[in-house]
């Protein structure tokens, strides 16, 4: 009775396509690491901002905060955007933040930089005028580390 080549046939093909695919899946998951531990630093830095005390007066904004990485000379530079809404002035939570350990607002990281600012849909309208207003903060965090691997910070 001759014998079947097809049985034969499908666990070679089985080890060609595992020897095509494994390679690339870890060079892909070589290539995405610098990328997510970034993604997770940026998680952890944006906990630790929102989960810092507000200034008195403030509560967090409507607006979902917003995270970003790039860089400069292979350093990834963390971005992160939320508004307050504040019955204080923009240059009251500005000096809260400016005041703010760096060690308790952004952890290990090199060095912060915080901005603050009041967008007005008139810009003829007095921002006095309401009980509260709107104070966009805007948190530069630098990290400490190089990082040639994550494109993003080049």
Same mark, same amino acid.
């Given at each position: 009775m001759p014998s079947s080549t097809t049985? $034969?046939? *499908? =666990?070679? #093909?089985?080890? *060609?396509?595992?020897?095509? +695919?494994?390679?690339?899946?870890?060079?892909?998951?070589?290539?995405?690491? =610098?990328?997510?531990?970034h993604d997770y630093y940026l998680a952890r830095i944006m906990d630790r901002v929102?989960? &810092? =005390?507000? =200034?008195?007066?403030?509560? #967090?904004?409507?607006g979902e905060p917003q995270g970003e990485i790039?860089?400069?000379?292979?350093?990834?530079? &963390? &971005? +992160?955007?939320? $508004?307050?809404h504040t019955d204080g002035s923009a240059r009251d939570v500005l000096k809260y933040y400016q005041k703010a350990k760096t060690a308790d607002l952004v952890g290990s990281y090199a060095w912060f930089d915080v901005n603050v600012w009041v967008p007005f849909d008139d810009p003829e309208e007095d921002a006095g005028s309401y009980a509260t207003q709107a104070v966009i903060v805007d948190l530069l965090v630098m990290s400490s580390t190089r990082s040639a691997w994550d494109l993003r910070c080049r």
């Amino acid at each position: 009775m001759p014998s079947s080549t097809t049985g $034969d046939r *499908k =666990p070679q #093909l089985g080890r *060609k396509v595992a020897l095509v +695919i494994a390679p690339l899946t870890l060079l892909f998951v070589v290539a995405m690491a =610098p990328t997510w531990v970034h993604d997770y630093y940026l998680a952890r830095i944006m906990d630790r901002v929102l989960s &810092y =005390p507000l =200034p008195s007066g403030a509560e #967090l904004g409507f607006g979902e905060p917003q995270g970003e990485i790039s860089g400069e000379s292979n350093m990834c530079v &963390y &971005y +992160i955007r939320f $508004d307050v809404h504040t019955d204080g002035s923009a240059r009251d939570v500005l000096k809260y933040y400016q005041k703010a350990k760096t060690a308790d607002l952004v952890g290990s990281y090199a060095w912060f930089d915080v901005n603050v600012w009041v967008p007005f849909d008139d810009p003829e309208e007095d921002a006095g005028s309401y009980a509260t207003q709107a104070v966009i903060v805007d948190l530069l965090v630098m990290s400490s580390t190089r990082s040639a691997w994550d494109l993003r910070c080049r």
